[in-house]
Nanobody, 123 residues
Framework: VQLQACGGGLVQAGGSLRLSCAASGRTFSSYGMGWFRQSPGQEREFVASISWSGGTTSYSDSVKGRFTIARDNSENTVYLQMNNLKPEDTAVYYC?????????????????WGQGTQVTVSS
């Protein structure tokens, strides 16, 4: 099982990035998926999650209204559209597959992780 995240990069404050995460090795259409982020010296932080069908999404307060999570089960891929980026969004972003159908707020609810993609927002 592999999760390959991409789309990170360097962007100015106010800009946008779209992260994608393609899963291979098995189908995850029955499982929730999520995005987390981690800055140096910080604990891994919940960003967004999406249920197996895409019908339910959740966001951290810090990104609500700016980020949008989506999934394409036919492509086994989850996306994170990030708009109006801020310097405090700078982190390594990780995609993950949940152990349940809805996702969840804590990293312990996820059992498959991608390698991470760096997002850097300059002021």
């Amino acid at each position: 099982v592999q999760l390959q995240a991409c789309g990170g990069g360097l962007v100015q404050a106010g800009g946008s990035l779209r992260l994608s995460c393609a899963a291979s090795g098995r189908t995850f259409s029955s499982y929730g998926m999520g995005w987390f982020r981690q800055s140096p010296g910080q604990e891994r932080e919940f960003v967004a999650s999406i249920s197996w069908s895409g019908g339910t999404t959740s966001y951290s307060d810090s990104v609500k209204g700016r980020f949008t999570i989506a999934r394409d089960n036919s492509e086994n891929t989850v996306y994170l559209q990030m708009n109006n980026l801020k310097p405090e969004d700078t982190a390594v972003y990780y995609c993950a597959v949940a152990q349940n159908s809805y996702g969840g707020f804590h990293y312990s609810q996820y059992n498959y992780w991608g390698q991470g993609t760096q997002v850097t927002v300059s002021s």
